[in-house]
């Protein structure tokens, strides 16, 4: 399996793991479960599990981190070139990639006519 088709296979929660593991904190668990930054949207994420009464979507917590890399630049998050290298680049939009797919498709899709009666 190519390293494409198993980022493309990760789960959210999944990539936040691997982003806080790998790019945060080195590769070291123990670091992960003692993480001390309250202020990163991944803290409470960090374990791959979803805390008890956590309402916002993983994919809009990575949507919220992406925005605080770029400093609130939204269209530097549509832009980002780190897709090799971050692995939660798939979901910056705060949507999954199948869904954004879907929904592009959808607006490129000719319109059927309606004429009134």
Do not use: N
């Not at 990163?40 to 990575?62: A, D, N």
């Not at 890399?69 to 999954?96: F, H, L, M, N, Q």
């Amino acid at each position: 399996m190519r390293q494409d088709d198993a980022e493309k296979t990760l789960s959210p929660l999944d990539a936040v793991r691997r982003y806080c593991l790998s790019a945060c904190m080195g590769g070291q668990r123990s670091l992960v479960a003692s993480c001390a930054d309250r202020d990163c949207p991944f803290h409470p994420l960090r374990m791959r599990e979803i805390p008890e009464g956590f309402t916002v979507r993983v994919v809009r917590v990575v949507r919220r981190f992406c925005l605080r890399c770029t400093v609130g630049d939204r269209e530097a998050v549509r832009r980002c070139t780190e897709k090799g290298v971050c692995p939660v680049w798939p979901y910056r939009v705060g949507v999954s990639p199948r869904k954004l797919k879907r929904l592009i498709a959808e607006k490129r899709r000719p319109k059927q006519l309606e004429l009134p009666f």
